[in-house]
């Protein structure tokens, strides 16, 4: 079935780092590609989407490229920010009938100024 | 509201007690779904409402677990006998009709459910 593995955290940054969390995904056709964000005391919330192989997903600086080659979707982040610290989550949605999100184990980013 | 809203935000309770996790959706949200997140591990599939159609049950871990949703309404997670391993956060998330199976959903806070 699908299934989506992501790097265990935390991980630890200084403000104005650069970020990558890896994603990849094991997937039957050509899944839907997200990342999820969830800040402290918040719901999950939708940060970023690719829908096709070597579409860019972009939001408040995080881009993310859903390589179909690697099966990779990692999330990076030019300068981070204090306020970035949250947990990401790397999740994939099938492209037939009714799929159910499935997402990765969460990536924990706390970010010190 | 303006969000998905979950309670109780935490729940705790002693094991073969019976608990129930309640969702509102946002307003004209058709679809409805139910996930689970134990410690250290991703958000599990439980289960998933579409309007009046038949609920996806597939990912109910077991017979202990049900849950209901009446037309685009709340819904109730219900756990019977409830055991140590299903401490867990379960997340309740809804969707308009143009967001399903695009992945696009939106998220409560989730209910923390601890089992002694």
């Given amino acids: 079935g699908n299934s989506v593995t992501q790097m265990e955290g935390p991980v630890t940054l200084s403000e104005e780092a650069f970020l990558t969390i890896n994603c990849t995904y094991t997937a039957t056709g050509y899944p839907s590609l997200f990342w999820y964000v969830q800040y402290p005391g918040e719901g999950l919330q939708l940060l970023l989407k690719a829908t096709k192989a070597d579409d860019k997903g972009s ?14 979707f990692h999330l990076e982040k030019g300068s981070v920010q204090v306020s970035d610290s949250a947990v990401y989550f790397c999740a994939l949605i099938g492209n037939t009938g009714f799929q159910k999100l499935v997402f990765g184990t969460g990536t924990r980013l706390l970010v010190s100024p | 509201g ?84 299903d401490s867990a956060v379960y997340l309740c998330a809804s969707s ?20 002694l």
Avoid: M
């Fill in chain 2, 2 to 85: 303006a969000g998905v809203s979950q309670s109780p935000s935490n729940k705790v309770t002693e094991k073969g007690k019976d608990v129930e996790l309640r969702c509102d959706p946002i307003s004209g949200h058709t679809a409805l779904y139910w996930y689970r997140q134990r410690l250290g591990q991703g958000l599990e599939f439980l289960i998933y409402f579409q309007g009046n159609s038949a609920p996806d049950k597939s990912g109910l871990p077991s017979d202990r677990f049900s849950a209901e949703r009446t037309g685009e309404s709340v819904s109730t997670l219900t756990i019977q006998r409830t055991q140590q391993e």
């Fill in chain 1, 59 to 72: 939001n408040k600086g995080f881009e993310a490229t859903y390589r179909k080659e690697t099966t990779s």
């Fill in chain 2, 96 to 115: 308009p009709l143009a967001g399903i199976n695009t992945g696009e959903l939106f998220f409560g806070e989730g209910s923390r459910l601890t089992v």
